[in-house]
Nanobody
């Protein structure tokens, strides 16, 4: 059974940094695309950042220049370095993976983690 397990969430102040990690288990080969989504209270889940197996990346406009996604294919892990955090970044962050192409649509992802809470105070 495939599992994606996130870690690294927490409570920080505006301007601080936080690093999220996600480890995939249960498979013997790597996902083609790994990504991060987030969902704030009362809002729909939204795409944050995605990375392909070769390292190609895509970011939501709201996080460009502040967040960096990276992956370790050998370990089947993905990380999200979040800098200059804002209160508007407060959300539950989800790790997702797919064997498909690099996409920003959550409908295209095959596996999801349980989520980790990130809270940014002003």
């Amino acid at each position: 059974q495939v599992q994606l397990v996130e870690s690294g969430g927490g409570l920080v102040q505006a301007g601080d940094s936080l690093r999220l990690s996600c480890a995939a288990s249960g498979r013997t080969f790597s996902w083609n695309v790994m990504a991060w989504f987030r969902q704030a209270p009362g809002k729909e889940r939204e795409f944050v950042a995605g990375i392909g197996y070769s390292g190609a990346t895509v970011y939501a406009d709201s996080v460009k220049g502040r967040f960096t996604i990276s992956r370790d294919n050998a370990k089947n892990t993905v990380a999200l370095q979040m800098n200059s955090l804002k209160p508007s970044d407060t959300a539950v962050y989800y790790c997702a993976a797919t064997f498909g192409v690099l996409t920003t649509s959550d409908d295209d992802f095959d596996a999801w983690g349980q989520g980790t809470q990130v809270t940014v105070s002003s």
